[in-house]
C-alpha cells in the first residue's frame, strides 16, 4: 500500500500517512517490523518508526522491541463507523429476518478497493472455517458478494483495482485467471447475481445480489451462504435467490 502524495491546502499529510500505516497492517501481515511497514506504505524508515511508535503510546499498537502488532483498540475505529451508518443498522434487521427465514446465514458488505468489508451478518451456524463479522474482510474476486461489486463496475475500473494483485488459488475451484474473472463478471451483470461454488472454501456455496437505494445506485451487496454438503448451487438459485432479491427490493425502500 503505497503512500501517495496529495495536494491542497486542506489535505494533512501526516494524518494520511497514520492511516498508511495502520493501513499496513492486515490478515497477511498481523506483525511487522519497521523496514516491513515503510516498504508496504512507500515511507521512510524514519516516519515509519515515529508512527509505528506513536500507536504504541496511544495504545493502538504493541512493540516487542523488534514487531509491531495492532492492539484490539484499533477496532474503535471501526467500530464508530458500524454504529453510525444507518446502512448497518438498517439491513441488519432484514438479515435476522432472511437467516430465520431460510435457515441460513446471511451478510452484507461493501467494496474496499480489490476486498469486500462485512457490515452486517446473521448466523445460526458457522458456515466458513473463519469467524466473520462486521469488520471482516475477504478478496473480492472470489467472492459472491465481491463479484456483485466489482460487476456493478466498468470494465477498466476493475482491471485498475485487480492490477498486480495475484488471484491466489483458495481451492482448486477458485478462478485465478484475469480474462476468465472478466467474463464471469459479465455473466453476473448480465444475470443480476452472482454464484460462486466453493471458489473462496472448500464446502461453501453463495449467492448474492447487488443492494440499491431509491435512486437506483448500487450501494452494498447482500448473500446467503450455505455448505456445499446439503445445498445445491440449482438450490440457491431456486430456493434463495427469490429471497434475497425480495429483501433487497424491500431495503431499497429505506435506503437514499
Known amino acids: 500500500m503505497a503512500h501517495a502524495e496529495h495536494k491542497g491546502g486542506d489535505f494533512v499529510s501526516g494524518f494520511a500517512k497514520g492511516l498508511s500505516v495502520i493501513g499496513a497492517f492486515g ?14 506504505t512507500g515511507l521512510d524508515r524514519a516516519s515509519a518508526r515515529r508512527l509505528l511508535l506513536t500507536l ?46 431460510g435457515g441460513q446465514s446471511c451478510s452484507a458488505a461493501v467494496l474496499d478497493e480489490a476486498e469486500i468489508v462485512y457490515i452486517a451478518r446473521a448466523s445460526r451456524r458457522r458456515v466458513m472455517s473463519i469467524n466473520l463479522g462486521p469488520g471482516s474482510r475477504l478478496p473480492a474476486y472470489c467472492s459472491s458478494m465481491g463479484r456483485v ?46 454464484l460462486v461454488d466453493q471458489e473462496l472454501e472448500m464446502g461453501l456455496c453463495s449467492i448474492a445480489v447487488p443492494l440499491r437505494n431509491r435512486t437506483d445506485r448500487i450501494v452494498a451487496a447482500l448473500n446467503i451462504g450455505a455448505p456445499a454438503a446439503s445445498v445445491t448451487p440449482a438450490q440457491l438459485v431456486e430456493q434463495y435467490l427469490p429471497m434475497l432479491k425480495d429483501v433487497a427490493e424491500r431495503a431499497r425502500l429505506d435506503l437514499r
Open 27 to 40: 490478515e497477511d501481515a498481523p506483525r511487522l517490523s519497521i523496514t516491513d511497514v515503510a516498504r508496504r
Open 56 to 101: 504504541v503510546q496511544l495504545g493502538y499498537a504493541t512493540h516487542d522491541g523488534k514487531y509491531f502488532e495492532l492492539t484490539h483498540r484499533i477496532l474503535r475505529l471501526g467500530q464508530s463507523y458500524l454504529s453510525t451508518t444507518p446502512l448497518s443498522a438498517i439491513l441488519q434487521p432484514y438479515l435476522e429476518r432472511l437467516c430465520e427465514t
Open 149 to 194: 461489486l466489482l460487476a456493478s463496475l466498468p470494465e477498466e475500473e476493475v482491471r485498475e483495482l485487480l492490477k498486480g494483485r495475484p488471484l491466489r488459488a483458495n481451492t482448486e475451484r477458485t478462478i485465478t485467471d484475469l480474462e476468465r474473472l472478466m467474463e464471469e463478471l459479465l455473466r453476473v451483470r448480465s444475470q443480476g447475481y452472482a
